[in-house]
């Protein structure tokens, strides 16, 4: 286990080794990072010196480090993961992200293994088995509610497995692991880290008879989740770790996004109890910021809770999947370069290099990059002249009346290029005296301790205040280091003069003496053992939607019981039409198409039905067909016969066997 069943844990992303530090200085409990290789995004890897900078920063605070091994595997990439695992296992990594069930038929390092998104798990089976398989933390599928949540927590054992779940971040349509749309229109696999978001296109959506239903519209484009206002829900439902998508966004998204949930879940860990039990945070330390947190200020497309509270109409950027921002006024005057803006906040200020954006009259966001800003009028405070970076004729459709929106606040995003928080950790401090000089104890928020002593001849005081004094203050000078004092005792004889600079030697020591104690005190996270005999898979059955792609992950689940085993997608096996995605997202509800949705309205009571539907962008066709009683959505489609003709760099010594028909028993011998 990594947590205590008290204890939350804020999961941030890092693209790179100084984001993720940045993401524990603003008080990332955890932290998650590709390493070198087959990691699920692609061009985010990291090396390994990178890798033990940022481990050993995060392992000052007790934060963990969770590394990316996420991607479904070939045969020929088999013996390079269990290489990479345990290169990063010696670097210091806490834990293992990974979504190919092969892996645990290697010989891994004794390094705790968590079950990536790319799982899908959606069931309370699929978790046990999975905790039964020895993966320790497990993140649910996004599509998830509350109640799903917590039947998960109660087939689960809290002592054994702790629950993950996505708190923000873009918004993957399909259920992880579930969309083959990229590999079938370009050879780009999601499962392996190279997702080409055919998600984000648009679309004209059509009937089957040809009839438009929407025109040129991001259909399977979902808002950006946001989950600020669930916490307390998710936290009795039994989700442990908090976890932040984003590991291709930038420096300031992860600092303003982690400080945003740090702020939350330390107003609902210091409120006390909670259902009955304290909570905690699952690293040490308090972070002060420099900066009010603020989600809208990064790249958003607006935001849902998506479907932790049910299933809601609004949870789509149809109009665009670019960041509309927020709106500040609308346009006055149109001049040769420039054009007037009256804000409808006296406070809003403009910036050289702000970012303002408009919708066209074909519902399209056109960007107007700010080169120079400036007041309309000395005494203005609302009217706002702007020079575009790019020439008036090509912002198409701004006109007297426009709406304007800003995406980007240059004074913002300088605010966060520089130093914006600070994260120590508590200690007490007791000084003594002794015959040859003095001793200085420090004891952390962990119960850690470590004392250092300096010879020195004590010197009477003759202002037994003013002396105290001065010792309490030379003593509380931490300046860099990642303490700060809760208090300090002086168990002194008499009071005493003591020189600055003997007090800051001995400060120093006990530092260094102390962090040498944290670091010989950090405990290795312990490895899951599998239940024995192996528990069940929960059916028998894999079809190529279970990613097997491998025969070591074949080997696995047969091993559990599983009888009928399909290659993965990816092995070009299934040729005809197929789900290339399955979605909880459902394009006919979200249109108000929906038969459930009309079943009580009087004169469309039982003549809407859920018909396939068709989305078409330039020569690429592919039909939603609608599964009402797990209210889903599939997405089909066959894959390309360019695709197909791309060589598979399978190993050809080894093909994977497969288990297409159940295998027949061998005839008994009289």
Not at 306 to 315: L, M, P, Q, S, T
Not at 567 to 574: H, V
Not at 580 to 598: D, E, F, G, N
């Amino acid at each position: 286990m990594s947590l205590l069943p008290h204890q939350l844990e804020l999961l941030s992303p890092a693209r790179d080794a100084d984001i993720g530090i940045e993401a524990i200085n603003h008080g990332a409990d955890a932290v998650y990072i590709g390493g070198p290789a087959f990691g699920a995004r692609a061009s985010a890897g990291n090396d390994l010196r990178g890798l033990e900078r940022l481990i050993a920063h995060a392992h000052r605070f007790r934060s963990r480090i969770f590394v990316t091994l996420n991607t479904i595997l070939r045969d020929d990439e088999l013996e390079g993961a269990r290489q990479m695992a345990w290169q990063v296992y010696n670097a210091g990594a806490d834990a293992l992200i990974i979504q190919d069930m092969g892996l645990l038929e290697l010989d891994l390092p004794p390094i705790q293994l968590h079950a990536s998104t790319q799982t899908d798990i959606r069931t309370p089976e699929k978790a046990r088995f999975l905790q039964d398989a020895g993966l320790s933390q497990i993140v649910l599928a996004r599509e998830l509610t509350v109640q799903q949540i917590a039947a998960i927590r109660a087939a689960t054992d809290p002592e054994r497995c702790n629950i993950e779940f996505f708190i923000h971040g873009a918004l993957c349509v399909a259920y992880s692991g579930q969309c083959f749309i990229s590999h079938a229109h370009t050879g780009r696999s999601a499962n392996r880290g190279d997702c080409s978001q055919a998600c984000r296109l648009p679309y004209q959506v059509t009937d089957d008879t040809g009839r438009f239903i929407a025109h040129d519209k991001h259909v399977l484009s979902m808002k950006d989740n946001n989950q600020s206002d669930n916490l307390r829900a998710l936290i009795q439902a039994g989700v442990r770790s908090f976890k932040i998508e984003g590991r291709y966004k930038d420096m300031a998204y992860v600092k303003n996004i982690t400080a945003h949930y740090r702020t939350l879940l330390d107003e609902i860990i210091e409120q006390g109890e909670f259902s009955g039990s304290p909570l905690a945070r699952a690293s040490s330390g308090q972070t002060r910021f420099t900066f009010t947190p603020d989600p809208l200020q990064n790249f958003n497309r607006e935001f849902t809770d998506y479907f932790v509270n049910g299933r809601k109409e609004d949870i789509g950027a149809f109009d665009s999947p670019k960041n509309p921002g927020q709106a500040i006024g609308w346009v006055t005057k149109i001049g040769p370069d420039f054009v007037e803006l009256e804000v409808s906040n006296p406070d809003t200020v403009l910036h050289n290099g702000d970012g303002l954006c408009y919708y066209n009259l074909q519902k399209e966001l056109v960007g107007l990059a700010i080169n120079r800003a400036e007041r309309a009028t000395p005494r203005s405070t609302t009217q706002w002249r702007v020079f575009p970076k790019d020439p008036l004729e090509d912002l198409t459709d701004l006109r007297k009346g426009t709406e304007v929106n800003r995406n980007r606040d240059m004074d913002w995003v300088r605010s966060l290029d520089k130093k914006s928080s600070d994260r120590r950790i508590g200690v007490w401090l007791q000084l003594s005296d002794r015959p040859e000089g003095l001793l200085l104890t420090l004891t952390d928020e962990d119960g850690f301790s470590a004392q250092a002593s300096i010879a020195h001849t004590l010197q009477g005081a003759d202002d037994t205040f003013k002396a105290e004094a001065a010792l309490r203050e030379q003593l509380g000078r931490f300046g860099a280091t990642i303490f700060e004092v809760i208090d300090i005792s002086l168990q002194l004889s008499r009071p005493w003069f003591v020189p600055a600079s003997v007090l800051n030697a001995l400060r120093r020591d006990a530092v260094a003496q102390l962090e040498t104690a944290r670091t010989q005190g950090l405990q290795r996270l312990p490895r899951a053992q599998p239940v024995q005999p192996p528990t069940p898979y929960p059916d028998d059955t894999l079809t190529y939607l279970a990613n097997v792609f491998n025969h070591k992950a074949r080997d696995f689940y047969a091993r559990h019981g599983v009888k009928v085993i399909a290659a993965a997608y990816e092995s070009q096996e299934e040729e005809g039409e197929v789900s290339l995605m399955i979605t909880k997202h459902c394009v006919r509800y979200s249109m108000s198409l929906c038969p459930k949705q009309a079943k009580d309205v009087i004169g469309v009571k039982g003549t809407i039905k859920a018909e396939p539907l068709h989305l078409i962008n330039g020569k690429e066709k592919l039909t939603l067909r609608f599964d009402c009683k797990p209210c889903e959505m599939h997405v089909v489609g066959k894959i390309k016969r360019s695709v197909l003709q791309q060589p598979l760099p399978q190993t050809p010594e080894q093909p994977v066997q497969f288990y297409r028909t159940r295998p027949q028993k061998p005839a008994r011998t009289h």
